[in-house]
């Protein structure tokens, strides 16, 4: 079993470089941490990134999950080429890029482009935001599954995610104690659905929902509140269209062997207790 | 010295009820019940008479009152008695309510009296508390009758009349007056304005998820929302204002605090994050506005 032990980082193309290093300074409130001639990276804690925006092609996306060890990194290789899943191993220079010791590359079964990294870096220098929006970490994601059931057996199965909850056939899956680090959403093709920061207060919530609105950032879902995790989130559309989110109180998974998935319902309810409807399209 | 005059003791004890006038009270009631939720009393005297605790009414709606008034209860018939006197040399005379106003109050006496911009005020003695407990029309999560915010064209000149109910200025947000009578931050507001009446009648709620269901739900029934939600940095709570009937604003509210022995009053700017600390602003209503408040 592939054991991932985090999230680590997100990386995606951007056909504007300076559009996407304005949306995340002065919208989102990320660290730059580093700045080269064709990649920025962003930090939202006291890692050293957790975001890489590069030149290139914006469905070029990719997610970066930690395992523990070079030894996990080549078992967890093995299994996927035994599946029969195309499995890269990182050379330096693609190392050095990711700021990690090593990686492997492959796509889960929808076809998003996953990365398994082991000892990516820490900064030594503690996080400083870009702007007040109470930014805690680099939390979860939201990616594209073509057949819910599928993936979260690949998810599952193959590697070491369990479910937490169910929305209908989509699994909100955990790697750990936080209630959901992997969030499937139904999509036509592979893809990052969301990108999840965590924040400080309900207050940060709120705020950042009338300060974007302001920028006239569109506002895709929220102000809102996840019945499964409880979370309070606002949902927000970025460069190229990729949307992120703003949380807060996201459960814990306090009771690993007992806890049961719940089963909520295909609707709106189930998405937010407090009535929002999201205004993305399908 | 009696003891009776060095007596501590505050004469204002709790905001009971508001009274509102309205033109159109079948309209009025369908807000009061299918919107705020609350409870509708079927009693003789008043039609329009709703709950929304304990009490047994905290809001009338009322096609005979010329203007909108709120009831304060006053501690004992001496307190209202003192009360009176002092009202009286302050140049607010007070006028004693009839049988039939105090029945149609619900209570056992009461002086109705108006501060300096002409707000109707009525000082009343035992309000009546309902032996049943409050079942709400919906599930807004109201948890009864919190504040209200009044207009006032000279802060300094109706303030003679809350020091002597006893009430204590706890916050200032530009000329904006917070007034407590009891361990909440406040129960009544006094906005800055060119005219008397209601800026807003507050209900409180049980919860953050309570006011931000009530923003979809409200939303959802093309109702205005004056301001919000927001959150009040001097008294901390969350807040959502909402065009009611005829135009008068009703708000919800959660997590008011409570005020320690040891407050002093704040002065906060005049600037429109001393009014909503996550950046609501309200475009309808002036006195609600900044540059007013200032």
Known sequence: MIELRDLSYVRMGTSNLEEAESFATKCLGLQIGEQSG?????????????????????????????VEDETRLNAAAA????????????TPTECALRK????????????????????????????????????????????H??????????????????????????????????????????????????????????DDVLRSYYHLSGRRVPIV????????SGARFLYFQGPDGMVFEYSVGVDEIEDEETHRPRQFGFEPSSLCMWGAKSARPR | MSAEKTSPRI????????????????????FATEILGLEHVPNKLEPFLYRSDSRFHTLCLSTAAAKSSIGIEINDEADLDRAAEALASAGLPAREATVDECAQRFVRRALIVADATGNEIDLVLRPAQSGRRYFPSRDAG??????????????????????????????????????????????VVLYPSDRAGLVYVSYGVESMDAVMQSNYF?????????????????????????????????????????IEPSHRPRQFTADASSLCEWGSECTDVTELQPARAG
């Open chain 1, 38 to 66: 064709k990649a920025l990276y962003l930090r939202s804690d006291d890692r050293a990134h957790t975001l890489c925006y590069f030149e290139g092609d914006p469905a070029d996306q990719t997610v970066g999950f930690e």
């Open chain 1, 79 to 90: 299994t996927l080429d035994q599946l029969g899943h195309s499995v890269h191993a990182g």
């Open chain 1, 100 to 143: 990690v010791k090593a990686f492997i590359g492959f796509k889960d079964p929808t076809g998003n482009q996953i990365e398994l990294v082991v000892r990516p870096e820490r900064s030594g220098k503690r996080y400083f935001a870009s702007r007040d929006a109470g930014i805690t970490g680099f939390s979860h994601v939201g990616l």
């Open chain 1, 145 to 202: 599954t073509t057949d819910p059931a599928r993936d979260e057996e690949f998810w599952t199965q193959v590697c070491n995610a369990r479910v937490s909850d169910r929305i209908g056939d989509i699994a909100l899956m955990r790697v750990n104690a936080i209630h959901h680090t992997i969030a499937l959403a139904p999509g036509r093709g592979p893809g990052i659905h969301h990108v999840n920061h965590q924040v400080e207060s309900n």
């Open chain 1, 221 to 228: 879902f929220g102000p809102g509140r996840h019945p499964t």
């Open chain 2, 11 to 30: 004469p204002a004890i709790q905001l009971c009820y508001v009274r509102l006038a309205v033109s159109q009270p079948q309209a009025a009631a369908t």
């Open chain 2, 142 to 187: 109201v948890t009864g009758l919190q504040s209200v915010a009044l207009r006032s064209r000279a802060i300094n000149d109706d303030l003679k009349l809350w020091t002597i109910l006893g009430a204590r200025v706890t916050d200032r947000a530009g000329e904006v007056t917070y007034l407590g009578i009891d361990q909440k931050h406040h129960r």
């Open chain 2, 218 to 258: 409200v939303q959802e029934r093309q109702i205005k929302i004056v301001q919000g939600p927001g959150r009040e940095p001097a008294s901390g709570q969350i807040f959502l204002r909402f065009a009611g009937p005829e135009g008068y604003v009703f708000s919800y509210g959660y997590g008011l605090r409570d």
